[in-house]
């Protein structure tokens, strides 16, 4: 069964129509990248799937039901693209901000033990890379090491699903290639990942499906072997064309 469905989506702004009866589907254990020219709605598509927008047209069903009612976000996460865009003063430790993850949408705070929060944090921490980082200030983290703590905040819940929103803007090339062995790391161990890029020649060994958003609004979806079996440009073409 998918774990998410898309179908016969459309969406506008008042200025521009973005998307156009996109259809597509991934499984449990893909690690979708999401690419496309500037304006192609891949942040949109996103937001679409997370209800944060609500479709012109279509339907999305994420893990089996329908986003209009969807209601088990302790199964989900999301980073956004500015999860690293905050004043570097800020005085939150790296523990603080990945213990935010522990509170659900929708629902109360856990009640567990320090001792249990201390061993989910420590856990998640080993998980990105950020062990000996615990207690230090997530302002004086390289850009990096800050979107590690943000993916360690979005993991913490234990989510069947991940968002993420160009998790490697902004950031230098070397940790560019850390994040996505991270995120490959992480899809071998279970995790689906839906992830929009602007660097498919970074995530392309990582990936097991590309979707292409084209400026007409549809889309192509295709695998990644399939994807890197052409030149990469050759796959940014206007058309109209959906999975």
């Known amino acids: 069964m998918s774990i ?7 969406f506008d702004y008042p200025d521009k129509s973005i998307l156009h009866r996109l259809t597509f589907s991934i499984d449990k254990g893909d690690f979708l990248c999401i690419a496309g020219t500037n304006g192609t709605g891949k942040s949109t598509l996103l937001k679409l799937i997370l209800n944060i927008l609500r479709p012109l047209e279509g339907s999305i069903s994420l893990l089996g039901k329908s986003s ?3 209601s088990e976000y302790d199964k989900i996460a999301y980073v956004s693209q500015k999860a690293t865009s905050f004043n570097r003063d800020f005085p939150a430790t790296v523990e603080e901000i990945v213990s935010l993850g522990l509170y659900k949408k929708n629902s109360f705070f856990k009640r567990e033990s320090k001792k249990e929060r201390e061993q989910k944090i420590d856990e998640v921490l080993k998980k990105v890379g950020l062990t000996e980082y615990k ?3 997530v302002g004086l983290l390289s850009g990096g090491q800050q979107q590690r703590v943000f993916i360690a905040k979005a993991l913490i819940s234990q989510p069947e699903i ?32 839906v992830m929009v890029t602007h660097d498919i020649s970074s995530v392309l060994y990582h990936s097991t499906k590309i979707l292409i958003l084209n400026e007409a609004g549809g889309g192509k979806l295709m695998d990644s072997e399939k994807f890197n079996s052409k030149p990469i440009f050759a796959h940014f073409s206007h058309g109209g064309h959906n999975a």
């Open 4 to 10: 998410l469905s898309v179908k016969d989506l459309s």
């Open 68 to 70: 209009v009612n969807f």
């Open 135 to 137: 207690k230090k200030k």
């Open 162 to 193: 991940i968002f993420l929103d160009e998790p490697t803007v902004g950031i230098d090339v070397s940790a560019v290639d850390s994040i996505c062995c991270l995120l490959g790391d992480l899809n071998k161990a279970g995790l689906t990942i």
